[in-house]
């Protein structure tokens, strides 16, 4: 790559072309914060937090939508740069109502981080709060017009990642609005459930309505796992609180899905903590009701059953049908038992549906 | 899938054929509509206008059933005109003068009779695939749930070697498998012909192979059953004991009558689950096993890729890790197993006895999940097969196929198809889904039907009607909708009341078994 150098914050690096300021600094190790930027997206360089100074340049640029050029010198700290961008935190601060005490981003906003970052302990300007009201006539997705800053990164993520095309800017000016087709509730718009513009949200404005007040971003651990819905294999991050998921999203770097889910690998996951589960294993009487009973009872009965098929019926009067839902190991042990064991191949699973 | 979803950011142009991607694999259907957005094309075979239509470049609504002639048809125009990859033909196939003798006989002419694409459109859509390369193929059950499906997955593989679509990143030949694990259970070994890895239950050398690893004698060597004839089995009183684990048959397989008469015939019925369903109504003995999130282990994808399952939460009241209760049975029969838990599982006995997978440990996958082959430890797995053109069996076989209808088609007493499928918002019987609060979003199951039929018959949206077959009738509500052509009834199977299994048809391919659930014949009647 000769000749692409650019200078850094006092320091020359190289970069590719093609390459934007941001994109730059991040394979340098620096952070420029940002809101609106969401990652694989068409820049819009609408929240104005990741300006940076380049030198010789009248005003500050956005370093998400600026393409990196040969011998530019860009200030990502400047003390120009940090007026600005806390100025630009603290207009969006006094756009609604964001006090943090219950929100469920809190400790996981980003305006509350750029809020902290820029030393904001008093609101220089008055708060207009915002005229619309919530929609969470859905089980899943709360819309807290409130605290919406109208950074966009949901509508970026309903129209150019998941091409769900729901979600728009509605509106104009001071009453611009994200809304769902002609402004009317998700339910009602051509919106799928896949809950991306909400896993978009750098603030409390989309939540999860399941994970209301069921515990803070700090109480949270954080596992990966992998859905258990279709053959696509995505990677949920479970957020788990004393043994208990709260809420699922996407691992952002994980392969396939890169962060993304569909509605039933988002919300798909309470069905475990359902009474209806069975509990104890169950036997069932001559009169044809079951009763509950013990492991060793139940496994006996079953284990001296087979043993009297097999001795009069031979191995392969013997069938079993396996899991596709279930784990590998559970599958492998299952054949295991009917070849080994038991000692016949008739074992299958719903292959083919 | 001979490819991998993060090839779809760099297809050209894909070829999507009996797949309702959208709705049964939502993620993969994003990454296709990214593609079309940067300008790939995209070829849509089905025949109903379903939500990827909006995207498609060209879409082709064949009738129920006709891939294979419309097939044919394009590789006639491919080799009429030729425009088919002669160098891959050559160097990488065989068979290739059978195929041509049999494609040949499928003009565009006929092909456009048979599956009601007109002939032009045919020869365009035969010139625009040859136009790129690759092209990459995807397909689900559209292709694999008829009579014919063998025959249906044969053609597509013939289409994508005579197009020289194989061995190349975004590629292949990719079916979309629809269970999260139904991969891995394929790969475990829970089919009636082959071990752990595909390894044929026929061959001495992997029985003896097997019977050292588990210290027994001697291994069964004559392939099992499959489903269907395990089902029948139970009635003529061969099979004595049935076990299911975990699969909810009374709902899922066709013609339910049927299948809940084969269930209450059993001597001896086995179910190991975590809810009870209709299927567990028959059982003798029923085992409460831990769910998804409550023990470790792996599923494997699609893209063959095997991704990490952990456990978050304790199995509620007694129930316990299905592989802890085939262990338990296991010592009760006189052996004693060593392997305590899914990674032991793993990394102790599937890894070690199925090469494809040796490579493939439990420290390997704790961030991505690797996809097999991966055959050693250092090997980074394979996200593209048949690299090179080079296929297992040495060269890959064109396979001539003849169309055939299917088993049940419309007459004047049941006028419509019947075709089903998946929708977006539930999974299968819904034992998940149904207690997740989706039911909200879709609460009862519809007869999806087009508007013409809709108005002829005097049927209004959302008003309850009767569909009926040789099998069973149910009432639903009818959906009318410019998705359906005129002709179809369209229907899935996640509510026990108004399931389509209640009409679908027991006819199975003879090669497969999979059950012909894209079609039969059915009557819609006002109430
Ligand atoms: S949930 Fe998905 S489809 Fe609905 S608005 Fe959000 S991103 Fe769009
Ligand atoms: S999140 Fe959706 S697309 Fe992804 S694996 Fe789960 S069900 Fe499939």
Redesign the interface.
């Known amino acids: 790559m000769d000749g692409y150098v650019l200078t850094l914050n006092g320091k020359q690096v190289a970069f590719q072309p093609g390459q934007t300021i941001l994109e730059v600094a991040a394979d340098n190790g620096i952070t420029i914060p940002t809101l609106c930027h969401l990652k694989g997206c068409t820049p819009t360089g609408a929240c104005r937090i990741c300006l940076v100074e380049v030198t010789g340049a009248r005003s500050l640029m956005a370093s998400c939508s600026t393409p990196a050029e040969k011998g530019m010198t860009v200030d990502t700290e400047s003390e120009r740069v940090h007026r600005t961008r806390k100025l630009t935190t603290e207009f969006l601060l006094a756009s609604g109502r964001h006090n943090c005490i219950t929100c469920e981003r809190s400790g996981a906003c980003t305006l509350q981080d750029l809020a902290y970052k820029y030393g904001i302990d008093k609101l220089r300007f008055e708060n207009t709060p915002q005229p619309f009201e919530n929609e969470d006539m859905n089980p899943f997705i709360i819309r807290d017009y409130s605290r919406c800053i109208l950074c966009g990164r949901c509508v970026q993520a309903c129209q150019e990642v998941q091409v769900n095309r729901a979600i728009t800017f509605g509106y104009r000016g001071p009453h611009a609005k994200i809304v769902a087709g002609p402004d009317v509730r998700y339910d009602q718009s051509e919106c799928v459930f896949c809950g991306q513009c909400m896993q978009a949200c750098p603030v409390g404005a989309l939540v999860e309505k399941k994970a209301k007040f069921t515990g803070r971003a700090k109480e949270l651990e954080k596992v990966r796992t992998t859905c258990p819905y279709c053959g696509v294999g995505c990677q949920l991050m479970l957020h788990v609180k004393e043994g208990k998921i709260t809420k699922v999203t996407g691992v952002e770097e994980g392969s396939p899905n890169k962060g993304r889910l569909c509605v039933k690998g988002r919300f798909g996951y309470d069905f475990i903590y359902s009474g209806d589960r069975l509990k104890t294993p169950l036997i069932r009487e001559k009169n044809g009701e079951f009763r509950e009973a013990s492991w060793d009872e139940a496994l006996d009965l079953v284990a001296n059953k087979l043993k009297e098929i097999i001795r009069k019926d031979g191995p392969d009067a013997i069938a079993g049908v396996s899991c596709a839902r279930s784990i590998n190991e559970d599958s492998y042990q299952m054949q295991k038992l009917f070849r080994a064991a038991i000692g016949t191949n008739n074992i299958d699973h719903c292959a083919r549906t | 899938m001979t490819n991998?979803?993060?090839e779809f950011a760099h297809a050209k142009m894909f070829l999507v054929i009996g797949s309702n991607m959208t709705e049964?694999?939502?993620?993969?259907a994003?990454f296709l509509?990214?593609a079309v957005?940067d300008g790939a094309k995209l070829i849509l075979v089905d025949p109903r206008k379903q939500p990827l239509a909006d995207?498609a470049t060209i879409h082709a609504p064949i009738r129920v059933g006709s891939d294979i002639a419309f097939i044919n048809g394009l590789m006639n125009v491919l080799i009429t005109e030729d425009l088919y990859d002669r160098d891959f033909v050559e160097k990488s196939c065989e068979g290739f003068d059978e195929l041509k003798s049999k494609v040949m006989e499928y003009t565009p002419e006929k092909a456009s009779e048979i599956s009601g694409i007109p002939a032009d459109r045919i020869r365009e859509i035969a010139r625009t695939l040859a136009s790129v390369k690759p092209v990459m193929c995807c397909y689900t059950?559209g292709i694999?749930?008829h009579t014919c499906?063998r025959n249906n997955v044969l053609s597509v593989a013939n289409l994508q070697m005579l197009l020289g679509n194989m061995g190349l990143e975004s590629g292949g030949v990719n079916p979309?498998?629809?269970?999260?694990?139904?991969?891995?259970?394929?790969?475990?070994?829970?089919?009636?012909?082959v071990?752990?890895g595909y390894q044929q239950?026929a061959n001495a050398d992997a029985r003896a192979k097997?019977e050292k690893a588990?210290?027994?004698e001697?291994?069964?060597e004559?392939?099992?059953?499959?489903?269907p004839q395990?089902m029948e089995?139970l009635v003529d009183g061969?099979?004595?004991?049935?076990?299911?684990?975990?699969?909810n048959?009374a709902n899922?397989e066709p013609d339910i009558r049927k299948v809940e008469h084969e269930l209450a015939s059993a001597?001896?019925l086995?179910c190991?689950?975590?809810?009870?369903t209709e299927t567990?109504r028959f059982?003798?003995?029923?085992?409460?096993?831990a769910?998804?999130?409550?023990?470790d282990?792996?599923?494997?994808?699609?893209?063959r890729?095997?991704?990490?399952?952990?456990k978050?939460?304790?199995p509620?009241?007694?129930?316990?890790?299905?592989?802890w209760?085939?262990?338990?049975?296991?010592k009760?029969?006189?052996?004693e197993?060593a392997s305590g838990s899914?990674p032991e599982?793993?990394d102790n006995?599937?890894s070690v006895l199925a090469p494809a997978m040796a490579g493939i440990k439990y420290r390997r996958i704790e961030?991505?999940?690797l996809q097999w082959p991966c055959p050693n430890e250092e090997h980074p797995g394979t996200p593209v097969l048949h690299k090179g053109g080079v296929f297992t069996s040495g060269k890959g076989r064109l396979t001539p196929v003849d169309w055939t209808p299917p088993a049940e088609v419309p007459d004047a007493e049941y006028p419509f198809v019947l075709s089903t499928g998946r929708r977006?918002?539930h999974?299968h019987t819904r034992?998940?889904?149904?207690?997740?609060?989706?039911n909200?979003?879709l609460p009862e199951e519809t007869a999806d039907m087009s508007p013409e039929d809709a108005l002829a018959l005097g049927i209004k949206h959302n008003e309850v009607v009767r569909v009926r077959s040789r099998r069973g009738e149910v009432k639903v509500k009818a959906n009318v909708t410019e998705q359906v052509p005129k002709g179809m009834v369209w229907m899935a199977f996640h509510f026990r009341e108004g399931n389509a299994n209640w009409l679908t048809n027991a006819v199975f391919?003879p090669f497969?078994?999979?059950?012909e659930?894209k079609a039969c014949a059915v009557a819609v009647e006002k109430i």
């Open positions: 991998s979803f993060g049964a694999h939502p993620v993969a994003t509509k990214n957005m995207f059950l694999t749930e499906g979309l498998r629809g269970q999260n694990n139904v991969q891995g259970a394929c790969d475990m070994g829970a089919l009636p012909n071990f752990p239950v097997f588990w210290g027994v001697k291994l069964p004559k392939p099992g059953l499959m489903i395990m089995g061969k099979v004595k004991a049935l076990w299911i684990f975990g699969e048959l899922t001597e001896f086995v190991n689950d975590i809810f009870p567990t059982a003798h003995v029923v085992f409460p096993a769910a998804w999130s409550e023990d282990g792996t599923f494997t994808s699609s893209e890729r095997v991704s990490r399952v952990r978050v939460s304790t509620p009241g007694q129930s316990r890790p299905n592989w209760i085939f262990k338990e049975i296991a009760r029969m006189g052996h197993w899914g599982l793993w006995e599937v961030q991505d999940g977006l918002y999974y034992t998940q889904t149904g207690r997740s609060g989706l909200y979003l391919d497969t078994q999979t059950a659930y």
